[in-house]
């Protein structure tokens, strides 16, 4: 069985391009097969870019797939944005999406956070559940050291995919961990960098 979050190489393409809307931009993105969520964006991406406030600074998407949630959030708030994604068939489309939209991206092939030396004011993680509670657990660990001061990290998950733990888990990376949003079982999370854990 294929994973989107490992290199098949000999799946055949079947690219889909689309229309997505989003801050008073139309966007329009291409996907392939062998990657999370062909054909659109899906819905907990979807509710993590429409929820979050405003940002500036720096955004790192982490696991960015296809780079639907970086892209959609840097052209409006005019963000330093990093794409990572440990697959290169999803980086090389999350190359093709910044250029059709006009974004500027870093591209970074990275196993979690092992390509990525920068800090930033947010990273935003859809985290790859099927990939192990192992890797989502190192993605919320790491990310706390790639955070600047007072930089959030914001983290969009299912109940029934383990929303009470990952709750749990970050408050133990962080001290701290607040509920955005949660409603039907979609949660969003948000753990801000401070001097002390609180």
Known sequence: MSHYFIEDPNLSDDFRTFAYYFGGHDFHFTTNSGVFSPGH???????????????????????????????????????????????????????????????????????????????????MLNPPIHAGKTIVWRMFEQSIDHLNENGCFYVVILEKHGAKSAIKKLCEVFGHCEIVHKKKGETILCCKKTNEKT
């Open 41 to 123: 964006v899906d819905p907990l991406s979807d509710l993590l870019i429409r929820t979050v406030p405003p940002l500036s600074g720096s955004l790192l998407d982490l696991g960015c797939g296809w780079g639907a949630i970086g892209i959609a959030l840097a052209k409006p708030y005019g963000l330093m944005l990093t794409l990572a994604d440990i697959n290169p068939r999803a980086l090389a489309l999350a190359k093709k999406n910044c250029h059709e939209n006009n974004v500027a991206a870093e591209i970074v092939q990275s196993d979690c956070f092992d390509n990525i030396a920068g800090m930033f004011d947010t990273i």
